[in-house]
């Protein structure tokens, strides 16, 4: 499965691509902001994995930009924050964000919102 | 611009010390020039004033006091910019400097465990006397460990940026409220730095990662529940 890690944090994109790596993601894209990320996707990427707060454009419009477009508007996205406040959860999942990860995450968290949105059952994919 | 306090002081000094002046030439004038008895009013009027003729006085009194407070609020906005705004810029300059530190390290640790868990690869594959699997997947996990680890950096960073945001703020408040107690500029309206987009979360934190996930986890369930419009959540 093709992911796409969004962080404006070089070392934050390290780390989230080395935990995908050990749970058995490999196949990883990278971008540094939401804007990025949009030129990144270019029908190949599955899921998508994103950061809340980052220059130029952030998580949620990323998300509510990735939902507005027919093409990429029912990939699964994991939010991966250290926003922990109950509006921005309530924000997120309107902005139409599939799964909520804190930071710090071990890579077990993240195999299991990744099995759980990535799943056929979940309506994500 | 509307006039110093001091401006005004002067203005009036003078205004009253020519007044008077104007009362003693007419007071001393012939009769034929006070035959007038509006005149005559009035300079009877202004005899009965026994305070008018120390009036300058007095007010140059006040002038000096009030130039002399003015002076103490000068060296206070002076003593406020030169220290303040200095040691407020310097603790900025030194949380940034941390911030980029430790992502420096963060990385050259990063890069360590990449080699790191390169030469276990290495290991695992050469042919003499390689280590067992299990040490080399020991290994792997406690490097795999380390990684995660490293995620203090990004939420340190996002503390600093917070920190240093906040200071930035104080500095520009500090500097505000200095700059009202200065004449030559006139009385100043409150100059802040608009609302950006954070790129930061000044509030993220380290603590307690196990028990705010499950509340999240929660949180996030509630607001599925009650925003069913969105199908993009896990079911």
């Known amino acids: 499965m093709k992911c796409l890690v969004i962080d404006d944090s070089a070392t934050m994109r390290r780390i989230v691509v080395n935990a995908l790596k050990t749970i058995g993601y490999n196949d990883v894209v990278e971008a540094g902001d939401g804007k990025e990320a949009l030129t990144k996707c270019d029908g190949t990427i599955q899921m998508v994995i994103t950061d809340w707060n980052m220059p130029i454009m952030g998580g949620l419009d990323l998300v509510k930009s990735l939902r507005s477009d027919p093409q990429t508007a029912k990939l699964p996205i994991l939010m991966v924050t250290t926003r922990s406040v109950k509006e921005d959860i309530l924000q997120a999942v309107e902005a139409g964000v599939s799964s909520y990860i804190l930071k710090p995450f071990t890579p077990q968290v993240l195999k299991e919102k990744l099995d759980q949105i990535s799943s056929p059952t979940s309506g994500s994919a | 611009m509307a ?4 401006s005004v002081g002067t203005e009036l000094q003078t205004t009253i ?6 009362f003693l030439e007419v007071e001393g004038a012939d009769a034929s020039m006070r035959k007038s008895s509006r005149i005559e009013e009035i300079l009877l009027a202004l005899r009965r004033q026994p305070n008018l003729a120390g009036l300058p006085k007095k007010l140059l009194r ?7 407070a003015l002076n103490g609020i000068r060296l206070t906005r002076e003593t406020i910019q030169a220290y303040s705004v200095e040691r407020l810029r310097d603790t900025q300059m030194r949380l940034n400097a941390v911030s980029s530190t430790t992502e420096s390290a963060a990385i050259e640790m990063l890069n360590g465990l990449d080699r790191t868990l390169a030469m276990i690869d290495q290991l695992e594959g050469s042919q003499r006397e390689a280590p067992s699997h299990e040490m080399c997947d020991a290994l792997r996990s406690e490097v795999n460990q380390l990684y995660g680890c490293l995620q203090f950096q990004d939420i340190i960073g996002q503390q600093l940026r917070g920190a240093a945001g906040l200071l930035l ?9 200095a700059s009202l107690f200065d004449e030559s500029h006139g009385a100043r309206s409150v100059d802040l730095p608009s609302e950006a987009p954070a790129s930061y979360n000044p509030d993220a934190s380290m603590r307690d990662t196990a028990s705010r996930q499950a509340m999240i986890d ?10 069913p419009s969105n199908p993009f959540v896990t079911g």
């Open chain 2, 3 to 6: 006039p110093g306090p001091s």
């Open chain 2, 17 to 22: 010390e020519l007044l008077h002046r104007l």
């Open chain 2, 62 to 68: 006040v002038y000096a006091e009030l130039a002399e």
């Open chain 2, 169 to 177: 703020e104080v500095e520009q408040r500090v500097e505000t409220v």
């Open chain 2, 218 to 227: 929660e949180a996030f369930s509630l607001a599925r529940r009650s925003a």
